[in-house]
């Protein structure tokens, strides 16, 4: 090996060349390693969402998506949380006992909901996942019973919802609609998605 010094003007090409060589590589090593990192839509898929409820009046429906799934906010009004009592007895499971789809805790009660006015749930009929619609008011229509209280109702094979999401007996969908985790963080605002206490 030779001890001879290196010409100034190569070594300083030598160290500009390496510097340019070691930035080029981490440019290139950017999108590679950030490609471990989850998107923003994944990021997004899995979590709360956050739903302005203020201009939302009684009998309005709004419509979030929560990890790919559509997620209703009524807002009840007085009569319909009353229709909630002569619904009762014609629902398959009016206390919402069943486990396929467990109900929270502070959603058990006639209402299905932390606040009365309030209705949150899963969009999506839980017989074949299919998406039912709003029937919201009363009286007889087309494919539903004369004595129609308001709620919901899958077209795909006819089940049918009261105003809590809680199924009607003899229907095709075994459970009632889903009640996802969710909290309010002022009267205002639901955060959909996260019920932890703060």
């Known amino acids: 090996m030779s001890d ?33 990192q989850p998107s923003e839509k994944a990021k997004a898929a899995g979590a709360p969402v956050e739903v302005d409820v203020s201009s939302l009046q009684p009998g309005e429906k709004v419509t979030v998506e929560w990890r790919g799934k559509p997620v209703w906010i009524l807002r009840r009004t007085p009569e319909m ?32 909901s932390r606040k009365e006015e309030f209705l949150v749930v899963v969009g999506i009929c839980t017989h074949l ?10 009286g007889p229509q087309p494919s539903l019973p004369d004595n129609w209280e308001g709620g919901f109702f899958c077209p795909c094979h006819g089940s049918t919802f009261d105003l809590a ?34």
């Open 4 to 36: 001879a010094p290196v010409d100034s003007s190569k070594r300083t090409w030598l160290i500009a060349s390496g510097c340019a060589g070691a930035v080029g590589a981490g440019i290139a090593a950017v999108p590679f390693v950030s490609s471990f």
């Open 81 to 112: 949380l009353a229709s909630l009592k002569k619904t009762d007895a014609e629902v398959a499971d009016p206390k919402s006992e069943r486990t396929a789809y467990p109900t929270p805790e502070y959603a058990k009660n006639e209402w299905r």
């Open 129 to 138: 996942g299919c998406s039912p619609v709003d029937k919201l008011n009363p």
């Open 165 to 198: 999401g809680r199924v009607f007996k003899n229907k095709p969908a075994p459970d009632n609609l889903e009640v996802p985790p969710y909290k309010f963080l002022s009267d205002a605002k639901i955060l959909v998605g996260d019920d932890s206490e703060a």
